[in-house]
């Protein structure tokens, strides 16, 4: 069983493998050489700095191709032909369009570009306030 990590910022855990997606960063040009990933008891799965960082320094590049959007899903054609992409209507609409994007491109698991990224993602966003309760 793979050990959850409980943080204020949601839940983690250490599977996947770092490696998984930090392959899929240097084959997509995502650079990010001052920064690893790391497990934390505090925090769940974190990025971390590896040397100091000065201020104003750029800690990640990632160029435009590879930025989840609805334009560059394998949906594009059909969330174009509803108004759901860059420039819509109405910017509700382009959320929503990115929003069914991203469960399309889950939904396609290994077939998807986007995968190893997806998957790195947290499975629990019970730190996002719509899944907060009233308390006393």
């Not at 949601?10 to 050489?33: H, L, M, Q, Y």
């Not at 497990?39 to 700095?49: D, I, M, Q």
């Not at 420039?87 to 929003?99: F, H, K």
Request: proline share 6%; with cysteine.
């Amino acid at each position: 069983m793979v050990e959850v990590i409980r943080s204020p910022l949601g839940c983690t855990t250490e599977a996947p493998s770092p490696k998984t997606f930090s392959i899929w960063c240097s084959k997509n040009r995502v650079i990010w050489d001052k920064c690893t990933i790391s497990v934390s008891a505090v925090t769940g799965r974190c990025v971390v700095a590896k040397q100091h960082i000065k201020k104003g320094e750029v800690l990640v590049e990632v160029p435009d191709s590879q930025v989840l959007m609805a334009e560059n899903s394998q949906i594009n054609q059909m969330l174009a032909e509803d108004g759901l992409v860059k420039p819509a209507e109405d910017a509700l609409l382009e959320v929503q369009g990115l929003i069914l994007a991203i469960m399309y491109e889950k939904a396609l698991g290994k077939k998807s570009h986007w995968e190893p990224y997806l998957s790195f993602l947290p499975t629990d966003m019970s730190h996002m306030p719509i899944y907060w309760t009233v308390g006393c």
